[in-house]
């Protein structure tokens, strides 16, 4: 396994997570991001990877509206296949999207919804040598869980996931028993710590500051065979500026103690 940060589309963070002797970066266009001001800059950020020796292990688009009561969203569908065309020109193995949910329909069409969207987009990455992924957050996605995945999931083999275990722990679901059933499906994994008290998120501090059983779940990463990236996900409200600094730094040095 690998690890790595999700960061900022901008050279520079190539040369700090070189510093920190990580092996790669995830960036995140989300539906508030521009995607071709993105699909601009992949030349230059595609020469500091090479410079710095640090690749892009995921590309990925949260939130975005997929599908929608008259069909497959076209214009996401091109976002979507701009950001597989950056992930080849990047040398980056993963694109990582989700399916929304649209109220009107049964969730019937909406399966069939998401897997017409999907299968289009994994047409495409093939073409290009990128892997399509779901991710397990329900921001604007309803494939988070194991109903919706041995639906999608098991009509489309090709189709992994990227996991991270706060998103099922917030969720009251079992992540070491989703990673157990589905970890062979995994593609990407983020490292987010997460704490609930009193059955309400507290915060998401560093992994290793958290209540997630990081080494039983390394354990059945190991026990998968996955063989992929570790994106450590800085997302707290309270770990910002230098102590979100030194959390980094924490988590780097925790996990790294997990991988063999």
Not at 12 to 22: P, T, V, W
Not at 195 to 208: E, H, L, N, Y
């Amino acid at each position: 396994m690998k690890l790595g940060i999700i960061a900022d589309a901008v050279t520079e963070r190539f040369y700090d997570a070189q510093a920190k002797g990580l092996e790669f970066l995830e960036f995140c266009i989300n539906v508030e991001k521009d995607v071709d001001a993105f699909a601009a800059s992949v030349p230059e950020l595609k020469q500091a990877s090479e410079k710095s020796g640090v690749g892009v292990a995921s590309i990925g688009r949260w939130g975005s509206e997929r599908i929608n009561a008259q069909g497959v969203n076209a214009e996401e569908l091109a976002q979507s296949r701009k950001l597989i065309d950056a992930a080849a020109e990047l040398g980056c193995p993963n694109f990582v999207c989700g399916i929304n949910y649209v109220e009107e329909l049964s969730y019937f069409d909406n399966v069939k919804l998401a897997i017409e969207f999907l299968s289009a987009v994994i047409e495409y990455g093939a073409s290009k040598g990128v892997a399509v992924s779901t991710y397990n957050c329900n921001w604007n996605n309803f494939v988070d869980n194991e109903e919706a995945w041995k639906l999608v999931h098991g009509h489309l083999p090709q189709l992994g996931i990227k996991f991270d275990p706060s998103h099922s722990r917030y969720a009251g679901r079992d992540y070491l028993k989703e990673a157990s059933n589905w970890g062979d499906k995994f593609r990407h994994v983020h490292i987010k710590g997460s704490v609930i008290i009193d059955g309400q998120r507290f915060d998401d501090p560093p992994a290793g500051l958290d209540q997630t059983d990081w080494g039983t779940f390394m354990a059945v990463l190991y026990g998968k065979g996955y063989e992929g990236g570790l994106s450590i996900e800085p997302h707290s409200d309270v770990w910002k500026g230098d102590l979100g600094d030194r959390g980094v730094q924490f988590t780097i040095e925790y996990m790294r103690k997990l991988i063999f």
